[in-house]
């Protein structure tokens, strides 16, 4: 079931009441809400029994009856939300939902939700919480209204409508102010952090957003929040969960795919530059606001920021985004006792930033945390000073700003100790609680190791799901043999033509998705050279726009005198992104999504292998690039009426014995043998 049948609370008359009658099993009372004239066939015309999302609502029924942890790949069209909604509603328990992204969390909370518990009769209590930077602090702003060094007069012209829109707001959720840019320099102002919120001591604590949200959460039967949360908040106990999950007795990972990758970045330790710089800024305002005079705090600031900026600068210029190898005393290419030194400067500054804080700290309650938050960043710039924690990696991201990052590998012991509890035989209310994980791509064999193993979810029970969409007669797949090979220089222009040419035929339709910004690059600029002025193509290129307005100028597609559309994209189109309809007919992709070997995260989890006897090729960087190339594909068919055609311009899928493999994970499309058949598989599509 598409979320389109989602029952909508004026299209229909809600059915009774359906709580679970006490001689039925959920998981029998749950198969009777997908059953033909079943509760959901009549609150919604548009609902279609299906097996798969049947038996997969049954398979989390039996978890939430017996508990344990239960893995579900389910594919693209298989209708997951409702197959674990569904008996999350029905069985009455504490439900924690979370998702890897704001949007679906928005939607699970403002669409799914509501419209399914009406469908069920069920009067359940739901809560959205989302971390502390979604919401307005009311004493930041404050202190940002007084602050006489805001950027400039955009930043002033923003701060007034946030003002104006925080006397009206009831949640203080940024995301429901209209028009917001969510990359506004204005938001660090108005939320806040772990380190400066004030707690208990604050003066607007009786309104605050982030504590009226967390309230909601715990009075709420069913909480709907996003992986980031969840991680943040078994790292560093910050956003109310602490309380919360005790109280769950079932907790669902929707997008579970992003669980480990999302884990490992808030499990580790990390401490940046731009941290340094955020403290500075704000000891700046509280000393001029409330102690102007008595401390030198231009001072204070100023060598506290040098220091900071001195450390940026030992590292030199490079690219932005690179992950420099630290395995040494120092990052990889910088000088040890350059680093050493410019490491200890900082943390003497920030000495010096929190003994001056000390000396007005009664006047008021700002002061304490920043006190604190000098010292917290001392000591985390410290542990960095002594070697890496046993089977962590150590990395510095080098930007404007730098970031110190030591990571665990995977999640999988953070899970097995902290959710599992496997260490805690006796926990009968860990015993109790339901776990389960789903998602359309979670590997590429029966066990889904790629998705169990860095879990620690190998004991799980595991379900697949296959699609219902008829791949063999819906969509082929081609793999053009006359391509220049990957790494060739010519083979971006390549790809670029071959795009051209088809975007032609097709009169737009076409996704780009690129393995490398560089190539993104490449591609996006030939394009738009070659259709600059036409009334045919128009090339959307990442980055260019916001995401969300190339996705809506692609979906909107050609009409209206409007021209057809060429995406070009990387990184985060990969997944997530529907487009169904014609709008989308051709996915063609560059290369084969292998992780980059020289990444410190990458390289330290292939030496793992390496040093288990296995090998990182075939047990890592292979499962990966299946996985990675399984969700750009799962762009290309989004309905039963779809159409559409995958072009795979990497010859290493047909030459390499890997490249079996990569095939079989991918859906059952037809394959084209060859240039020819591919012109006739786009005639047939162009001719609708
Ligand atoms: S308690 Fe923290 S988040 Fe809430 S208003 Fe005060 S400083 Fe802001």
Redesign the pocket.
Known sequence: MTDSAVPSPERHDAPGPAWPAPAQGLEEIAREAFVPGGVLSRAAEAFRPRHGQTEMAAAVARTIEQGGALVVEAGTGVGKTFSYLVPALLSGERVLLSTATKTLQDQLFGRDLPRLAEALGLPVRMALLKG?AS?L????LDLARRDASLPDRSALRTLAKIEEWAQATRTGDLAEMPGLDERSPVLPLVT?TRE????SQ????RG????NARREALAADVVVINHHLFFADLAVRDSGMAELLPTVRVAIFDEAHQLNETGVQFLGAQVGTGQVLDFTRDMLGAGLQFARGLVDWQQLAGATERAARELRLVVGRNAAGSRLRWTGAAPEGVPEATWCEALEDLQAALAQAAEGIATVSEIAPDFVRLHERAALLAQRLQAFTREAEPGAVRWVDAGTHLRLVESPLDIAEAVQAKLLKTGEAEDPEARRRAWVFTSATLGDDARLTWFTEPCGLQDAEVLRVASPFDYPSQAAVYVPRQLPRPNDPGHSAAVGALAQHAALRLGGRTMVLTTTLRALRAIGEQLQARFQGSTEIEVLVQGQWPKRRLIERFREGAGDGRPGCILVASASFWEGIDVPGDALQLVIIDKLPFPPPGDPLVEARGQRLESQGRSPFNDYFVPEAAVALKQGAGRLIRRESDQGLLVVCDTRLVQMGYGRRLLAALPPMRRLADEAEFEDALQRLAAG
Do not use: E, I
């Open positions: 502390r919401y602090c009311t004493h930041r806040s400066n919120c004030l707690g604050c003066p607007k604590f605050c957003h982030v504590n």
